[in-house]
């Protein structure tokens, strides 16, 4: 069965260091997504890509950066992790035509201390 | 600027009928998306609306006007399962597919 994962599910990082969360999915689909999800905030775009070498900033892409070298994989990079990067890591995916859901991975809950 | 408001928290019981309302504020409205989060999981779809008027699937309907920037989520005979967080999501033309997310309403139904 076409699915979402992520990896790693789970990571505890320290300030400073350079952490990357993988996305992978084999529906095919060309519209990707990361989102972060915070108490208090709900979920916010990141960044997203609509195919191969695209991307585009979202709402809070500042100290990330992601790159799409083919359709399955959206890698999310924290250049220089701060604590106030500690979140839950939310990728998604969906069709290109409009109305399409979207479905999204299992998250990440990466802690920075 | 974009904005999404909603309850932050509901409580029901078993068997009635809730309405969760969610209104907002955007510019370039292209559609309107509700969905469903148990504590620690992914979010999952539930509705979709891009025209005025009642989406119905099964015991979860959706309602949109676009003139009042308001949708509603209505679930009926409430069941325990349905205890999780709903969300209010709405794109709009300038980001594409991408979603601008509520922040969530918790919903706790008790028998």
């Known amino acids: 069965d076409a699915e979402i994962t992520q990896s790693p599910r789970h990571k505890i990082t320290e300030t400073g260091r350079q952490v990357t969360l993988a996305c992978h999915q084999t529906?095919?689909?060309?519209?990707m997504f990361w989102y972060r999800q915070d108490l208090g905030h709900g979920l916010r775009l990141i960044h997203y890509s609509y195919g191969v070498h695209d991307t585009n900033k979202g709402e809070v892409s500042d100290g990330y950066s992601v790159s799409r070298s083919n359709t399955e994989d959206l890698p999310l990079t924290l250049e220089s992790a701060a604590s106030s990067q500690t979140s839950v890591y939310f990728c998604?995916?969906?069709?290109?035509?409009?109305?399409?859901?979207?479905?999204f991975g299992p998250g990440t809950r990466l802690t920075v201390l | 600027g974009q904005n999404i408001d909603q309850p932050t928290e509901m409580t029901a019981t078993e068997g009635a009928i809730v309405q969760i309302n969610c209104t907002y504020q955007?510019?370039?409205?292209?559609?309107l998306f509700w969905y469903q989060q148990h504590a620690g999981e992914a979010p999952t779809f539930l509705s979709y609306?891009?025209?005025?008027g009642l989406e119905e699937k099964g015991r979860f309907s959706s309602f949109l006007s676009r003139s009042k920037g308001y949708s509603y989520l209505l679930l009926k005979e409430l069941q325990m399962k349905d205890s999780a967080s709903y969300l209010c999501?709405?794109?709009?033309?300038?980001?594409?597919?991408?979603?601008?997310f509520g922040k969530g309403t918790t919903l706790s139904v008790s028998s």
């Open positions: 998604a995916s969906s069709e290109s035509e409009w109305g399409n859901e979207q479905f």
């Open positions: 529906w095919n689909h060309n519209n």
């Open positions: 609306n891009v025209l005025d």
């Open positions: 955007t510019s370039g409205f292209n559609g």
């Open positions: 999501a709405v794109r709009v033309y300038q980001a594409g597919t991408a979603l601008i």
